[in-house]
């Protein structure tokens, strides 16, 4: 059940997060003309930047943040470690882990 979960979520994460980022690169072209007509104070090159800065990316990092969060909770459901010095590898001693496909290293173990 939490391996059904966990890939619904990072499903909606993956297009959440692809449409978040086109939503972000969207804007290239409409800057590029406001910077083309400019215009001076009030105008329209400068509406136009404003609009985009006040309106527009508001919505684009809030759509960002939510597909973050998803995939947070998607991780912690599939029982992933990512904010944790266990998924690097490393004991609660300090000491980093050897890989399973990793033969130890004779001279990284007399650092250690």
């Given at each position: 059940?939490?391996?059904?979960?966990?890939?619904?979520?990072?499903?909606?994460?993956?297009?959440?997060?692809?449409?978040?980022?086109?939503?972000?690169?969207?804007p290239?072209?409409?800057?590029?003309?406001?910077?083309?007509?400019?215009?001076?104070?009030?105008?329209?090159?400068?509406?136009?930047?404003?609009?985009?800065?006040?309106?527009?990316?508001?919505?684009v990092?809030?759509?960002?943040?939510?597909?973050?969060?998803?995939?947070?909770?998607?991780?912690?459901?599939?029982?992933?470690?990512?904010?944790?010095?266990?998924?690097?590898?490393?004991?609660?001693?300090?000491?980093?882990?050897?890989?399973?496909?990793?033969?130890?290293?004779e001279?990284?173990?007399?650092?250690?």
């Open positions: 059940m939490r391996q059904k979960i966990e890939k619904v979520l990072q499903k909606i994460y993956g297009i959440t997060l692809t449409i978040s980022f086109f939503a972000g690169l969207l290239l072209i409409p800057f590029i003309v406001a910077l083309v007509i400019g215009g001076g104070a009030e105008g329209t090159g400068e509406t136009i930047a404003n609009w985009l800065y006040k309106e527009y990316y508001p919505w990092i809030a759509l960002a943040s939510i597909a973050i969060l998803i995939g947070l909770v998607a991780m912690y459901v599939g029982g992933k470690e990512a904010f944790s010095t266990k998924s690097f590898g490393i004991d609660k001693n300090g000491k980093v882990k050897a890989k399973a496909d990793e033969k130890p290293d001279k990284n173990e007399d650092k250690n």
